[in-house]
């Protein structure tokens, strides 16, 4: 596991984060430009430890460019670095020049790359082995099972913070940093994962691994957020967002009685911010739906031209639907005909004597390849299985 | 230009500083952001990503690694819908059924189980290296260079697929098994950057934009690879140069293209550059027609004088 020993100097006596401990203040640094708008990954903040060490930095230039090379991807990142980079270290020599006194180890970072922020507070890395990881929040079986609709706040609370640690898992890939004799292979396999961290409640968990194979399909999410769908759409869109932190090639869209695509607003690593910038995009909220003329919007803007080809797509509607159910079903037949695999998520599916008779919900079925619940912990866990293989 | 033999023993550098040298040894002049770079892809053992325009000089940066470390260079060159048969290995099956028809005519497949014969089939010997898999499986002595250029040319099936070796720089041939490498090759990958690459590509590698350089260092480089230009001259077509790239051109001049045009004009006689000799050898600088009707029309006399009056 790539792990990185840091030591601490005495106290500094300044609030200036860059006077910190060096490693400190380089921790610092890299989640003020993740404030700044960088997506920094995990791994990259060890690699510019890492090449601080290396460079030596005994100038500002040194440091500058040692994170030039770890910590920007992109041309677009390069003003937010320089701004960043003069605003951080203004006040003086960085720390991490000054020799370092007392040594106290303090684990860095996960060796996983493809894991969010390391402050994100559902995980934990632990410094002996890289196969575990700590799942922080601990549900009980009920809150698992408890239909979102009838949860209090806390325990809805609580079930966002654990869909984010779910959907966690989906993103990881193997760890494999460059010390080949430690690498492992095979990707995390979700459904064992997820589930494993569900039901320990907050022990450490083993990841588990499938074999390396090609990368995930596209994955292509609509959300109902129309009126029926009150008690629910917010979890989803949780779900959704998780969903999205956790891999690569995701597409977001939500509708009522239209169309609004949400994957810009759902890269929002924070949840709480992602869900704010998504309402105030959608302009339909709670609003009535018509399921045919969405879906359709759907296929000839993106869906047909490519988006949905080959992809796994997932509805997550309630199917309540005052528009043309023969339009409805037509659509549907357009999406299945390209798509890898169409499931509807419905989480009235689980209420006692629901039948699909709501007339979209019965014109879309056929055209559906899974239709599954939605309505607690326990089924999206469920969607998590379908989504993953 | 006669550049130092290949160091036989050698090792990873100590400083960004004995990087920049050794690279300015063999003819090509950094800055200290690709020093650094360089020098941690080199220390980190890590692919080294460069993307920027081209002809700012990421290809040359592979060769003359190459050059210095004394490891031979291997070149993929990306193209759309190149795969894995034509980067990392394929099977010889002219060969393999070749061998299959000998053994039926000479009776040695009589004998033989189907198992053993497949075996047989899926030997080394009938299998064709292609640059990935002769990056890793190669012999002692110092490292190769791996330079994947160009790879935004590639389909992203092809950048998975790579990041998959890359990550710890092994490959499986299904028929063979694994293949690590003992000593990981030094990977250069460059984009032109038509095309975002994968961000889990990127971050396996050490990234730099290499940006055009200023004149200072273009001034050094065409001294250095172009011996014959004189100081005043290479500084005014560096100058030129440097105001071409200001006008958003289709295709701005690339530092191969300074390097030639400062050679012609000392070919010429020339020690400077003005709007006569420029008329005369704007080929040579910009390769497109229509480039070259944008900076004629722009009027080719202020060109020269705001070359002078800027960087002069
Ligand atoms: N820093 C440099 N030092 C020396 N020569 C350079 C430098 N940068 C570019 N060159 C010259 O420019 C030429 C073109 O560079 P190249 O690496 O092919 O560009 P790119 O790959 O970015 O398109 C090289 O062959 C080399 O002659
Ligand atoms: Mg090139």
Redesign the pocket.
């Known amino acids: 596991m790539a792990e990185h020993r840091a030591t601490e100097t005495g106290a500094t006596g300044t609030d200036d984060p860059a006077q910190a401990a060096p490693d400190e203040a380089l921790v610092a640094f890299v989640a003020t430009l993740r404030k700044a708008g960088l997506s920094v990954p995990v791994g990259a903040t060890v690699a510019f430890a890492d090449a601080v060490a290396l460079v030596g930095a005994t100038d500002r230039s040194g440091l500058y460019w040692a994170g030039r090379a770890t910590l920007c991807t992109r041309p677009e990142d390069l003003d937010v670095y320089d701004a960043v980079f003069d605003a951080f270290w203004a006040g003086g020599p960085p720390a991490v020049m000054r020799p370092l006194v007392v040594a106290t180890p303090v684990t860095l970072a996960l060796d996983d790359e493809d894991a969010p922020d390391p402050d994100d507070a559902s995980l934990d890395a632990t410094d002996d082995d890289g196969e575990v990881l700590a799942v922080r929040y601990s549900p009980t079986e009920v809150l698992r099972h408890r239909d979102f609709a009838e949860c209090s706040a806390e325990e809805l609370a609580e079930a966002h913070r654990l869909m984010s640690s779910m959907a966690l898992s989906a993103a990881r890939r193997p760890s494999r940093r460059h010390r080949p004799s430690r690498a492992r292979h095979g990707r995390i396999d979700l459904r064992r994962t997820a589930r494993g961290g569900m039901r320990t409640g907050g022990e450490l968990v083993s990841r588990h691994h499938t074999r390396p194979g090609e990368r995930p399909r596209r994955l292509v999410l609509l959300v109902d957020v129309s009126g029926s769908m009150e008690p629910y759409a917010r979890s989803l869109l949780r779900f959704v967002h998780a969903a999205t932190t956790g891999r690569t090639r995701v597409e977001a869209f939500a509708f009522g009685t239209r169309l609004t695509r949400l994957t810009r607003e759902m890269a929002t690593r924070d949840p709480d911010a992602a869900l704010e910038r998504a309402g105030l995009a959608v302009d339909d909220w709670a609003g009535g739906t018509r399921l045919g003329e969405v879906i359709g919007e759907f296929n000839d803007r993106w869906g047909v031209r490519g988006m949905a080809r080959g992809a796994v797509v997932v509805i997550l509607s309630d199917g309540w639907d005052r528009g043309d159910p023969d339009q409805l079903g037509e659509q549907m037949q357009r999406l299945a005909r390209v798509a890898h695999r169409v499931v509807w998520v419905n989480p009235l599916k689980a209420t006692p004597g629901y039948e699909p008779l709501a007339r979209g919900m019965a014109a879309a079925l056929p055209h559906v390849d899974r239709f599954i619940e939605g309505h607690s912990l326990a089924a999206l866990e469920h969607l998590a299985e379908e989504i993953v293989t | 230009m006669t550049s130092p033999p290949a160091d036989p023993t050698w090792s990873a550098p100590d400083s960004v500083a004995v990087t920049a040298d050794a690279l300015a040894a063999h003819?090509?002049?950094?800055d200290e952001g690709l020093a650094t770079a360089v020098f941690l892809a080199l220390r980190l053992q890590r692919p080294l990503l460069l993307e920027?325009e081209?002809?700012?000089?990421?290809?040359?940066?592979a060769k003359t690694l190459a050059t210095w470390i004394g490891g031979e260079l291997i070149r993929l060159q990306c193209y759309e819908g190149i795969d894995l048969a034509q980067a990392a290995y394929e099977w010889d099956h002219a060969r393999q059924l070749l061998h299959l028809r000998t053994a039926e005519a000479t009776g040695a497949a009589a004998g033989a189980s189907t198992d053993d014969l497949e075996h047989e089939l899926y030997d080394e010997r009938f299998l064709v290296r292609r640059a990935l898999l002769r990056a890793l499986d190669h012999g002692d002595g110092p490292p190769p260079v791996l330079l994947i250029d160009e790879l935004d040319r590639a389909d992203d099936e092809f950048e998975a697929f790579l990041l998959e070796i890359l990550a710890d720089y092994a490959i499986t041939v299904p028929e063979l098994g694994r293949v690590a490498a003992r000593v990981p090759p030094v990977v250069v990958i460059?984009s032109?950057r038509t095309r975002d690459l994968h961000d889990a590509l990127k971050r396996r590698c050490l990234y730099h934009w290499?940006e055009h350089?200023g004149i200072e260092?273009e001034v050094a480089?065409v001294r250095?690879?172009a011996p014959e230009v004189g100081e005043r001259l290479a500084r005014q077509v560096a100058a030129a140069t440097a105001e071409l790239r200001g006008l958003g051109l289709y295709k701005p001049p690339?530092?191969?293209e300074t390097?030639d045009w400062a050679s012609a004009l000392a070919l010429l006689g020339q020690d400077g550059v003005t709007a006569e000799t420029l008329d005369a050898t704007l080929g040579t600088v910009l390769k497109y027609r229509e480039d070259q009707e944008r900076v004629r029309s722009n009027g080719l006399e202020s060109l020269v004088a705001d070359a002078a009056a800027r960087h002069g």
């Open positions: 003819d090509y002049l950094t920027g081209a002809g700012v000089g990421k290809t040359e940066v460059t032109n290499v350089p260092r480089i250095l690879r690339g530092v191969a390097i």
